[in-house]
């Protein structure tokens, strides 16, 4: 799970900006959506081989840079509630199937006085 | 017995003995003394946001820690991991002032032990997930060290 191509910061943990300590620039939060990167795959075992399987893997960034595409840059956006699951279920002989995600609640928190990233 | 009554004695067999483990854990740096971003981009006091052309890199950030879970999945211990104090000293070792382009990813030294054949089946069986936060420690081009 990352955020690589956001131009905004998107924040974990009480400090919001180097130099400030912890929630001093908190403001309201809204709206709280969730985020989240997963992997799943399902497999058959064959007698030769490591068996075939099929899966997905799907990028966090890509859903933060959907969430933010209308968010101001003025804003910044924080994480809470941030977890992450690894499951495995074995059939004997026959299949496979794992999941594997990381997920969060993410708000948008207005930045009094922010500046946007230069262009 | 029939051929077909072994068939479906053998499946019954088979789907008794599945199994299934795995753990699910609340990731927090609650106590984290430095600005943590998973974008590049970290602001100021100010509300001046500095992006890669006015950070410097100045430090890597590693911190894994796998948790166990038990009852396939339902119970972890602890439910929560705090990794504000790994954070904390590895920036502070860097000399950096935050972390930008933070990822947590789960990574695969679990499986063998979430998808262990039949053994799975059993609720005491343990299972885990691996959590890696990774980062850049970063510092200003403009402050002093």
């Given at each position: ?88 279920l074995t059939v004997p002989l026959l299949a496979y199937s794992y999941d594997v995600w990381v997920k969060a609640d ?14 | ?6 068939w479906l004695l053998g499946a019954f067999g088979i789907l008794a003995l599945s199994g299934c483990a795995g753990a ?7 106590r984290a003394r430095y600005p943590l971003s998973f974008s590049p981009v970290v602001r100021d006091a100010s509300g ?98």
């Amino acid at each position: 799970m990352s955020a690589a191509e956001v131009r905004v910061p998107v924040l974990l943990g009480p400090v919001s900006c180097i130099g400030c300590t912890a929630d001093t620039r908190m403001r309201v939060a809204l709206p709280v959506t969730e985020v989240a990167g997963e992997a799943r795959a399902f497999g058959v075992f064959i007698p030769i081989g490591y068996g075939v399987g099929w899966g997905e893997a799907n990028d966090l960034g890509i859903s933060a840079d959907r969430l933010l595409f209308g968010t101001p840059c003025a804003d910044d956006i924080r994480l809470s509630n941030l977890r992450a699951h690894a499951w495995q279920l074995t059939v004997p002989l026959l299949a496979y199937s794992y999941d594997v995600w990381v997920k969060a609640d993410a708000a948008t928190v207005l930045v009094p006085g922010a500046s946007c990233p230069s262009p | 017995m029939t051929t077909g009554a072994r068939w479906l004695l053998g499946a019954f067999g088979i789907l008794a003995l599945s199994g299934c483990a795995g753990a699910r854990v609340n990731v927090t740096a609650d106590r984290a003394r430095y600005p943590l971003s998973f974008s590049p981009v970290v602001r100021d006091a100010s509300g001046r946001p500095y992006d890669a052309r006015g950070w410097v890199k100045v430090g890597w950030l590693d911190v894994r820690k796998t948790t166990p879970g038990f009852v396939y999945s339902a119970l972890t211990v602890p439910p929560t991991r705090d990794f504000s104090e790994e954070i904390n000293a590895q920036v502070a070792a860097a000399g950096g002032e935050a972390v930008v382009d933070l990822s947590v990813t789960i990574g695969g030294g679990c499986g063998w032990l979430n998808g262990f054949p039949i053994l799975n089946a059993l609720p005491v069986w343990p299972g885990c997930v691996p959590v890696r936060l990774t980062g850049d420690i970063v510092r200003r081009r403009n402050s002093s060290p």
